[in-house]
């Protein structure tokens, strides 16, 4: 009996909150967002034939990630929004704007009439649909995890800030399930007609859950003692003060927006497209992947609370550096398990990158400015790595004609990340600023 009450007690430590809303309304929120966010690359081989109707597959496809991408392009401009909002307005207000900006679009992107329909104007209405998905989920998990790493005990941030990837990856997780169970019980004519339809139009609606848990949040005691000296122009500030950082940030970051996004956007569309995977066999492979990484995140996170930040994150990089064209040349044997094996070797090299990126970036600035920071240089890193990634593989891959190509961009990254981490004081056993 003692020993099951130290574990609970420990793990009121871990959260230190005063009530578990907080960690509800938190990770609830990042997960639905992220839900309403992957769902356009989960379907996007239904999109491209919907909305860029063109003889050569591929062209329509690359059309489809380009859309993809913008949505990306646009997350500078909502890094400053919401780095603004959240230094200045609260962390709690930045959480109730970001699901709001989410849930809007997603609820009209599956209402939107398609090409055949109402001609350009529906590629124009997905594109700017996408932008405003792109400008919420900008300040989404860096908002996040601000708040729920400043309301963490001292010793356990790494695990928090993992927590909130984790529940990334568990939307993303949602929407690969519900997309392959759909693909698995309708008939192709029924998932084209609305089929896809359903899950945007879900997603959009229970936005207003998340809306609720998050009205009345209280802010970190942290913020709320530095919050009278939140700077008025968080970029102006961030870029003059802090540009050595800025720099760290992007260049750390990269490997996980390069590989983030080609686990979840471009291996399906791959496997489908170019290896000729029935969409339902390429989706449970994405599924069981899923749930793998899901259940590293936390184990990463405990262990950089314990080893230190940097170990862990060579971890990975070491091995995006040495696995990747393995993982690539079994993604490319066009059999199940081979390609089942080579996800799940990503997953095991990208969590521990993946898990720590949200707290290292939250403990490299000061509270007054940590959201500004931390979402402008996540945010930039991201519209220059991130959704491109999907795209630039395709076209490495069209160019090269090796399916393995999109492994040495993994590789560039890793060795650029490696590079940058020379450079970062280590900051697990450091109080927050």
């Known amino acids: 009996m003692p020993k099951i009450v130290h574990h609970v007690n420990k793990w009121n430590d871990i959260v230190a909150f005063n009530n578990k809303k907080m960690l509800i309304a938190g990770l609830f929120g990042n997960a639905l967002e992220w839900y309403d966010f992957i769902l356009y690359a989960n379907f996007a081989a239904i999109i491209a034939h919907l909305y860029f109707p063109n003889e050569k597959p591929v062209t329509a496809l690359l059309l489809t990630f ?5 949505g990306f392009l646009v997350r500078p401009l909502g890094a400053v929004l919401f780095g603004y909002i959240g230094d200045h307005l609260g962390r709690h207000v930045a959480l109730i704007t970001s ?3 989410m849930s809007l679009p997603t609820l009209l992107i599956g209402l939107i009439p398609t090409y055949a329909s109402i001609g350009l104007w529906a590629p124009v209405l997905l594109l700017l649909l996408r932008i405003c998905q792109g400008l919420a989920v900008s300040g989404e998990l860096n908002a996040a995890t601000t708040f729920l790493v400043e309301h963490a005990a001292s010793n356990k941030r790494g695990l928090a800030g993992s927590l909130v990837m984790g529940s990334a990856f568990f939307g993303m997780l949602i929407g690969a399930a519900l997309s ?4 698995e019980w309708l008939t192709p004519v029924a998932l084209i007609d609305w089929g896809w339809r359903a899950m945007f139009i879900l997603g959009g609606l229970t936005g207003l859950i ?5 009205l009345k949040l209280p802010e970190p005691a942290c913020f709320e003692k530095q919050q009278v000296i939140a700077k008025k122009m968080p970029l102006w500030y961030v870029f003059k003060h802090y540009p050595k950082k800025l720099i760290l940030v992007i260049a750390l970051t990269s490997i996980m927006a390069v590989g983030n996004y080609i686990f979840v956007a471009y291996i399906v569309t791959f496997l489908v497209k170019v290896q000729g995977f029935r969409l339902a066999q390429a989706n449970v492979i994405n599924l069981v992947s899923l749930v793998f990484i899901i259940l590293l995140f936390p184990v990463m996170g405990w262990l950089s ?3 230190g930040r940097k170990s862990i994150f060579k971890w990975g990089l070491y091995g ?3 696995g990747s064209l393995p993982i690539f040349w079994l993604l490319s044997q066009q059999q199940f398990y081979c390609a089942l094996t080579g996800d799940l070797l990503l997953c095991l090299i990208l969590a521990p990158i993946a898990a720590l ?3 290292m970036l939250a403990e490299l600035f000061p509270t007054y400015i940590r959201n500004s920071g931390s979402t402008i240089g996540y945010n930039l890193c991201l519209a220059l790595f991130g959704g491109t990634a999907p795209l630039v ?11 393995l190509a999109p492994a040495w961009y993994l590789i560039v990254c890793a060795l650029l990340a490696l590079f940058a981490l020379r450079y970062l004081k280590e900051s697990y056993l450091q109080p927050l600023q």
């Open 320 to 322: 995006f550096i040495i």
């Open 393 to 403: 593989s395709l076209y490495l891959v069209h160019i090269s004609g090796s399916t």
């Open 180 to 183: 392959t169970g759909l693909t």
């Open 99 to 101: 699901i709001c900006l």
């Open 305 to 307: 609370d314990h080893w």
């Open 66 to 70: 380009a859309v993809f991408a913008i």
């Open 210 to 214: 998340g809306l609720v848990l998050r």
């Open 357 to 359: 990126i949200p707290t």
